[in-house]
C-alpha cells in the first residue's frame, strides 16, 4: 500500500501530465463539455484509489485512457435510457469554434463526429499515441482486430472529411 500523501502527489502529477488529454479524448466521446469533466474526475478518482491500495504503476497512461474510455461508454449508456426516443440518440458536437484559417480543424471535427462511436473511440486513441495494444484494452477489442479496425475507421474518417469539406472555389463547376 501507498502512503495516502505519496498517492495523491502522484495523482496530481499524472494529472498534470495527462489530464488536458483525458479531457480532449473524453469530449470527443461523450460529446459534452459537463459530462467529459465528470469522466476525468471520475478516471483520476479510480487513479488514486488505485495507487492507495498498491495498484501497479506500469502503463498508468494506457490504464488512464482505458478507465476514461469505460467511463464514457458508461456515460453514453446513462443518458441513452434517458432520452425520448423521439430526440437524437447522440447529442451534437461542441459548437465552439476550432481556431484555424482555413476551416480544416473544424471540418476534421466534424467529420470525426460524424462516425460511430467505435470509430472515434479508435481514432481518438490513436491520435493520444496509444500502442495497439493499449487501444486494445482501452477499447475492449481484440489485439489483433485494431490494425483492421483503426484503417476502416480512418478510411470512413477521410470519406466523411472529404464530404463535408467544402471546395474551393477554383474546383467547383461553372454554372450555366
Not at 14 to 24: D, K, N, T
Not at 75 to 80: D, G, S, V
Not at 95 to 105: C, I, K, S, T, Y
Not at 123 to 144: D, F, H, K, M, V
Request: some cysteine; charged content about 30%; overall charge positive.
Amino acid at each position: 500500500m501507498e502512503p495516502p500523501d505519496a498517492a495523491r502527489e502522484a495523482v496530481l502529477e499524472l494529472f498534470r501530465e495527462h489530464g488536458a488529454a483525458i479531457y480532449r479524448f473524453a469530449s470527443t466521446l461523450v460529446r459534452q463539455r459537463d459530462d467529459a469533466e465528470d469522466v476525468v474526475q471520475e478516471t483520476f478518482l479510480k487513479l488514486l484509489r488505485h495507487l492507495q491500495s498498491g495498484g501497479s504503476h506500469v502503463n498508468l497512461r494506457g490504464w488512464l485512457f482505458t478507465v476514461a474510455a469505460n467511463a464514457s461508454r458508461d456515460r453514453l449508456r446513462r443518458r441513452l435510457r434517458w432520452l425520448p426516443w423521439t430526440s437524437e440518440r447522440e447529442p451534437a458536437v461542441d459548437p465552439r469554434p476550432l481556431a484555424d484559417e482555413d476551416g480544416r480543424m473544424d471540418t476534421a471535427r466534424r467529420a470525426l463526429a460524424g462516425l460511430g462511436a467505435r470509430d472515434r473511440l479508435l481514432l481518438t486513441l490513436r491520435a493520444q499515441g496509444l500502442s495497439y495494444r493499449e487501444i486494445a484494452n482501452a477499447s475492449g477489442i481484440r489485439p489483433a482486430s485494431v490494425g483492421r479496425l483503426l484503417a476502416r475507421a480512418l478510411e470512413r474518417w477521410e470519406r466523411e472529411c472529404r464530404r463535408t469539406m467544402p471546395m474551393p472555389e477554383a474546383f467547383r463547376r461553372p454554372t450555366s
